[in-house]
Antibody
Framework: QVQLVESGGGVVQPGRSLRLSCAASGFTFSSYDMHWVRQAPGMGLEWVTL????????DYADSVKGRFTISRDNSKSTVYLQMNSLRAEDTAVYYC??????????????WGQGTLVTVSS | DIQMTQSPSSLSASVGDRVSITCRASQSFSSYLNWYQQKPGKAPKLLIFAASSLQDGVPSRFTCSGSGTDFTLTISDLRPEDFATYYC?????????FGGGTKVEI
């Protein structure tokens, strides 16, 4: 079955960096676009970034543009989120999600369990 | 960016009730609308995609209607396992914004 497992979260000081990983299994990873979505404590969901199946296209929410970088290694079935210049407002549970659908239909059909990032001095 | 507004933000209901949650978009699109269910401490779960298509394994008591800017998720015959928070999401344009969520409580 499809499995997405995030790792790399933790407590980090403002201005520092952190890299999250999402290891995928149970499907042909190299055929799927992947996304990161975050959720601040007690708050709603916020889409963060996406990467196409082959890594050729990426996009970001304005709130993280220029600070976060998404990448993937299809040989390892893993997607990464490099987070630099972290701020208190980046504190959240970070989920990776698989894009379902085809053509213009987009939805997130499988999600990881999430990893908590806390930005605090 | 497309803003997604859900109402109500919370509602109280009983087992067996029929409840409806509305999602309004700041601009019109046809069917690029998804619904997710989230339980405390868990990842969101896809319920409905493309405005009206039920994800595999999701009970038929979950339905969605609407187009343009207004969409409604209806849960018929509410079950104990349906008490959760529900989010709509547009995937018409990036950023793929979510509604603020609706908590369905007993």
């Amino acid at each position: 079955q499809v499995q997405l497992v995030e790792s790399g979260g933790g407590v980090v000081q403002p201005g520092r960096s952190l890299r999250l990983s999402c290891a995928a299994s149970g499907f042909t990873f190299s055929s799927y676009d992947m996304h990161w979505v975050r959720q601040a404590p007690g708050m709603g969901l916020e889409w963060v970034t996406l990467i196409w199946y082959d890594g050729s296209n990426k996009d970001y929410a304005d709130s993280v543009k220029g600070r976060f970088t998404i990448s993937r290694d299809n040989s390892k079935s893993t997607v990464y989120l490099q987070m630099n210049s972290l701020r208190a407002e980046d504190t959240a549970v970070y989920y990776c999600a698989r894009r379902g659908g085809s053509s213009s239909v987009v939805y997130f059909d499988n999600w990881g369990q999430g990893t908590l990032v806390t930005v605090s001095s | 960016d497309i803003q997604m507004t859900q109402s109500p933000s919370s509602l109280s209901a009983s087992v067996g009730d029929r409840v409806s949650i509305t999602c309004r978009a700041s601009q019109s699109f046809s069917s690029y609308l998804n619904w997710y269910q989230q339980k405390p401490g868990k990842a969101p779960k896809l319920l409905i995609f493309a405005a009206s298509s039920l994800q595999d394994g999701v009970p038929s008591r979950f339905t969605c209607s609407g187009s343009g800017t207004d969409f409604t998720l209806t849960i018929s015959d509410l079950r104990p396992e349906d008490f959760a928070t529900y989010y709509c999401q547009q995937t018409y344009s990036i950023p793929f914004t979510f509604g603020g969520g609706t908590k369905v409580e007993i």
